[in-house]
């Protein structure tokens, strides 16, 4: 098996923001090889790298580790797997930044909370009709949008972009993936919402004509007094 473990695969795109790329372990096959550099070790059979670790490769990889978890730690996307054959499961993994919910990783994966208790109530319905149709068609990837609601009782939107997964060691199954604050993003586009309805309703009621043409003189809008 030479495919990245999913959490490693996680980090390390998240680390050089590669965000768009976390949903998309399924599809990567990872291979290591070993160049000439001052490392030292031997290449296995199986193409590791076996080395005996100083105190100085011990503290690279502990301030490595450490990089990463602060970059999610502050990250506004948070990483998530659960399993898939039980009903309403706990998280078996929620990365740190899990904490912009008001709750703790533990909390997710200790079961003291469902992921469902956060979903706006408006929603829970839709999202969970939308993912019992995509498991019943075999969709293997996908991207729901909602509402969650924080500890604090604040509603923030999501975009949550889920694959099925399935563990080689055991052959369980899995939903993994990233949700993503997108809450700027909905609020800049209703308040553009608001804007258009805005300018339709000043130029339907005016009284003058008014006519409204492209960069090619082409008319694309007017309104009823010009009619």
């Given at each position: 098996?030479?495919?990245?473990?999913?959490?490693?695969?996680a980090?390390?795109n998240?680390a050089?923001?590669?965000l768009?790329?976390?949903?998309r372990?399924?599809?990567?096959?990872?291979?290591m090889?070993?160049?000439?550099?001052?490392?030292?070790?031997r290449?296995?059979?199986?193409?590791?790298?076996?080395?005996?670790?100083?105190?100085?490769?011990?503290v690279k990889?502990?301030t490595?580790?450490?990089?990463?978890?602060?970059?999610l730690?502050?990250?506004?996307?948070?990483?998530?797997?659960?399993p898939?054959?039980?009903?309403?499961?706990?998280?078996?993994?929620?990365?740190?930044?899990?904490?912009?919910?008001?709750y703790?990783?533990?909390?997710?994966?200790?079961?003291?909370?469902?992921?469902?208790?956060?979903?706006?109530?408006?929603?829970l319905e839709?999202?969970?009709?939308?993912?019992?149709a995509?498991?019943?068609?075999g969709?293997?990837?996908?991207?729901?949008?909602y509402?969650?609601v924080?500890?604090?009782?604040?509603v923030?939107?999501v975009?949550?972009?889920?694959?099925?997964?399935?563990?080689?060691?055991?052959?369980?199954?899995?939903?993994?993936?990233?949700?993503?604050?997108?809450?700027?993003?909905?609020?800049?586009?209703?308040?553009?919402?608001?804007s258009?309805?805005?300018?339709?309703?000043?130029?339907?009621?005016?009284?003058?004509?008014f006519?409204l043409?492209?960069e090619?003189?082409?008319?694309?809008?007017?309104?009823?007094?010009?009619?």
């Amino acid at each position: 098996d030479m495919t990245v473990p999913w959490t490693l695969h996680a980090v390390l795109n998240t680390a050089v923001g590669r965000l768009d790329q976390l949903h998309r372990h399924r599809q990567t096959l990872a291979i290591m090889v070993k160049i000439k550099d001052r490392l030292g070790g031997r290449l296995t059979d199986r193409g590791g790298i076996r080395k005996r670790l100083t105190i100085a490769d011990k503290v690279k990889i502990d301030t490595g580790y450490t990089r990463a978890r602060e970059i999610l730690a502050h990250s506004p996307t948070f990483l998530f797997r659960r399993p898939m054959e039980t009903d309403a499961p706990p998280l078996v993994y929620a990365s740190p930044s899990f904490t912009a919910t008001g709750y703790t990783p533990e909390d997710i994966t200790s079961g003291r909370i469902a992921f469902k208790d956060i979903v706006h109530p408006d929603d829970l319905e839709r999202t969970n009709r939308e993912s019992d149709a995509y498991a019943a068609r075999g969709v293997k990837a996908f991207t729901q949008i909602y509402r969650i609601v924080t500890r604090e009782g604040e509603v923030r939107w999501v975009e949550d972009h889920t694959s099925v997964v399935t563990d080689p060691r055991d052959g369980k199954r899995y939903h993994q993936g990233i949700v993503t604050d997108i809450t700027p993003r909905k609020l800049a586009e209703e308040a553009l919402r608001k804007s258009e309805e805005k300018y339709r309703r000043i130029v339907e009621t005016a009284g003058e004509g008014f006519m409204l043409l492209n960069e090619r003189l082409i008319i694309v809008d007017v309104n009823s007094a010009l009619c």
